[in-house]
């Protein structure tokens, strides 16, 4: 059963906005929900984390309705080096309820 | 800055002959995570260290060793590597926040490419 599910790849323009939905229907109760950006040959990148509503930093802003079975990271005005793959992670019983499996990701093609 | 450092960047090795790759930290982190990324492919956690508290994935072949002689640093012994564990191996740490706690966040080195020839 799997734990995340993400579109497999989404295209933009530069200067639009993106909304990258997960779903995690089996999500528990004092589960968080934290999104991680990976560029091409590098680690990936922690990118937000929330549990509940809102949250917005100074690089995307996260969007969690009330069921918590799903959430939509929002990048607004992308560039071209947003070009990237993102992966949202949320607690595992594999390993402990602890978010370190990573799924499919959504990979994320910003054009010119 | 605080980092996860992983050297080598790139490492070639002889199909068969063991290889070790190396990771340290400056975060002080209490856990430290090995993940093995094939192209195109995610991150896959082989195992990680709690503490000295070692916690093999269920499915990490046995070939896949890993040692933690202090907090900072961290390897990854591969003892006879095949054609298949070609891959990026990356390093992780996070501060854990306790057993109920999902929050942590992941901090990544570069990553070493494994190449086996």
């Known amino acids: 059963l799997a734990k995340t599910t993400q579109p497999i790849s989404m295209d933009s323009y530069e200067g639009q906005e993106v909304n990258i939905t997960c779903s995690h229907n089996n999500i528990a109760t004092n589960d968080y929900i934290t999104w991680y950006q990976q560029f091409p040959s590098q680690g990936p990148r922690f990118i937000i984390q929330g549990y509940k509503t809102k949250v917005t930093n100074e690089v995307a802003s996260l969007f969690i309705p009330a069921d918590r079975k799903s959430s939509t990271l929002s990048l607004p005005r992308v560039s071209l080096s947003d070009t990237a793959v993102y992966y949202c992670?949320?607690?595992?019983?594999?390993?402990?309820?602890?978010?370190?499996?990573f799924g499919s990701g959504t990979r994320l093609q910003v054009q010119p | 800055d605080a980092m996860v450092i992983q050297n080598p960047r790139y490492q070639v090795t002889q199909f068969g002959k063991p290889v070790t790759l190396s990771c340290s930290q400056t975060?002080?982190?209490?856990?430290m995570y090995w993940y093995q990324q094939k192209s195109s492919q995610a991150p896959k956690l082989l195992f990680h260290?709690?503490?000295?508290?070692?916690?093999n994935e269920a499915d990490t072949p046995d070939n896949f060793q890993s040692r933690r002689p202090n907090t900072s640093f961290c390897f990854l012994d591969i003892r006879s590597p095949g054609l298949g564990d070609a891959a990026m191996y990356l390093c992780?740490?996070?501060?854990?926040?306790?057993?109920?706690?999902?929050?942590?966040?992941?901090?990544f080195g570069s990553g070493t490419q494994l190449s086996v020839l």
């Open positions: 260290y709690y503490d000295k508290d070692f916690n």
């Open positions: 992780a740490t996070s501060r854990d926040g306790g057993d109920l706690a999902t929050n942590e966040k992941l901090f």
């Open positions: 992670l949320v607690g595992d019983m594999d390993t402990g309820r602890r978010a370190l499996t």
């Open positions: 975060l002080n982190h209490n856990v």
